[in-house]
């Protein structure tokens, strides 16, 4: 057990010796320097948001975090992947950290870092959108806008899901402190595995169909279960309450570290043992004392103090429309050609459920949100294919997809064996491009830091962060900033990544790779090797 007085001493000595204080300014004055003025509300019509005429629109910021606290080929990956999909200028928290923000050391400091950062955020950007990915397992697909989109999808469905579930009304859901506003990608396995922990079986079932994966499902084999459990390498949500469960999971280090126990350093055991309080805590509020569920021997989770907090607005993201978790996954997710004649469009001629006679191929349609963006962004780097159109490009791309829910997906979580990220990034749409794409980011988000035009989720959308301007940058492919001094750093591209450009940048100008087809519109290997046997922790 950890004292706390100790701990907190340690966490504010490296927070000031190591990590600086995050202080950015208020008015914008220092703009040039990759940050944004502070959002302004905006006027539109009612045809916009839905209310009266000239009723102003908010317009609020997209965060986007990269835990990391060194280079490697991978992190770079999921650098170029951000740029490429026109993330923000990335914050990479615990940046050379040490001591307690030693990530080599501890994977807890993934979560200091981040508790930093958002403690320093002013309340007035408490409903801004944060986006916390893993530094060395991830890569994006799709550009933030998709993000943002199926973020309020999935926060929408979710509270009619609780509505449902306590017979009561969307806005009860809100006024009793019921609603979900932060989210998980999705896991097939409940890790650190105890199946008397609550993190393992006091939580709400998936949204997915009972037999989602075919008739198998749920047949104790974990490649056929439902996906449920949390899984900690990707988290989005709103400041205020990101702050309020990084705060709690803290305390809950504090209270519950045991030195003697093999994954004492697992950010996801004590991330996932706050959401199994959350929920259990929930059941008791619609079932009385008598929560069901759990083997007869289940461990029921204690709280500290009488009053402590247990609602924290945390769920999973079960449908892998934002994030898409590996571990488990494999049959069932990978490259699909949307190539279509009329509408970008895939064939799945895979037969996941081995129905053998009875399988019949079933299209999936890209939709025309996505077909948009990526448009938009392939139409920015015109010297990089010469005589191709996007829209002849865009019927025969190819996307990472999930064959069960046919959801393109915005972001890949190699969760389990790593050995496969080499071979798949290099099949990512913008891989032939990803130089010029680079190159096409910096001066984007220089000239505009608009998210989208439109309004999602009743607000416009602005990126947090950008590049600094070109006399404060000079390297043309970018870079990110670093929480390693005060008032941060920013790190050009080839400081970071210039020793693994072959790896990273090299699809362009190359022989463009074809990938090898099964049968149109499914291809020869899922996502990943031969299974990995992982895939639990994000960590791992």
């Known amino acids: 057990m950890v004292s706390a007085i100790i701990l907190l001493m340690a966490f504010v000595d490296i927070a000031i010796n190591h990590l600086g204080t995050w202080e950015p300014p208020r008015d914008g004055t220092n703009s040039g320097m990759g940050l944004v003025p502070e959002p302004q509300p905006t006027t539109q019509a009612a045809t916009e948001n839905g209310a009266g005429s000239d009723v102003p629109i908010k317009t609020s910021q997209f965060h986007y975090l990269i835990p990391a606290s060194k280079t490697d080929r991978r992190f770079c990956f999921l650098l170029a992947s951000s740029a490429a999909s026109r993330y923000p ?131 104790g084999d974990s490649f056929y279960m439902l996906p449920k459990w949390l ?105 699909l050609y949307y190539n279509g004649t009329d509408t970008p469009t895939a064939m799945m001629t895979k037969d996941i459920f081995e129905e053998g006679d009875g399988f019949k191929p079933s299209p999936i349609e890209m939709p025309e949100e996505i077909q ?30 999930n064959y069960v829910t046919k959801k393109i997906w915005c972001l890949w979580h190699a969760t389990g064996d790593k050995k496969v990220i ?51 940058l000079t390297d043309p492919l970018g870079g990110a900033w670093s929480d390693e001094e005060v008032g941060r750093r920013f790190i050009p591209w080839d400081e970071m990544c210039k020793h693994f450009d072959k790896d990273v940048l090299g699809g362009e100008n190359a022989e463009p790779e074809r990938i090898v087809l099964t049968s149109p519109g499914a291809t020869n290997k899922p996502f990943g090797d031969s299974p990995a046997g992982g895939g639990g922790d994000s960590d791992d």
């Open 89 to 219: 200028a990335p914050q990479i928290m615990g940046w050379n950290g040490t001591g307690l923000f030693d990530a080599a050391k501890t994977h807890l400091a993934k979560l200091r870092a981040i508790q930093v950062y958002l403690e320093s955020l002013p309340r007035e950007e408490d409903d801004d959108i944060v986006l916390v990915v893993d530094g060395y397992d991830v890569i994006m697909q799709l550009p933030p806008e998709i993000m943002l989109k199926r973020y309020f999808a999935t926060m929408e469905a979710e509270n009619k899901r609780t509505a449902e579930r306590f017979s009561i009304t969307l806005d009860q859901v809100k006024e009793q402190n019921l609603d979900t506003t932060l989210f998980f990608g999705p896991d097939k396995l409940c890790w650190p595995i105890n199946r008397r922990a609550p993190r393992c079986w006091a939580i709400p079932p998936s949204t997915l169909p009972s037999k989602a994966f075919g008739p198998k499902t749920n047949n």
């Open 231 to 335: 899984n900690s390498g990707t988290l989005i949500g709103p400041a205020n309450h990101m702050r309020d469960y990084i705060a709690a999971t803290m305390k809950e280090i504090d209270h519950t570290y045991d030195p003697t126990y093999r994954l004492k350093d697992s950010d996801q055991y004590y991330l996932a043992n706050v959401w199994g309080r959350q929920e259990y805590y929930r059941s008791k509020k619609l079932h009385g004392d008598e929560v069901p569920g759990g083997p007869g021997d289940r461990l029921l989770p204690r709280k500290f103090t009488n009053d402590q907090q247990v609602e924290f607005h945390v769920g999973i993201e079960y449908e892998s429309a934002m994030f898409q978790t590996k571990g488990f996954y494999q049959p069932f997710n990978g490259w």
């Open 372 to 401: 948009k963006s990526l448009s938009k962004i392939y139409d920015e780097i015109p010297e990089a294919h010469p005589g191709s159109t996007s829209n002849e490009w865009i019927r025969d791309v190819v996307l990472g997809t």
């Open 422 to 472: 080499e071979g798949q990034y290099t099949k990512f749409w913008f891989y032939p491009f990803a130089r010029s794409l680079l190159k096409s980011a910096v001066k984007s988000l220089r000239a505009s830091n608009k998210i989208s035009n439109q309004p999602i989720g009743g607000r416009y959308w602005v990126h947090k962060t950008v590049y600094p301007d070109s006399d404060n």
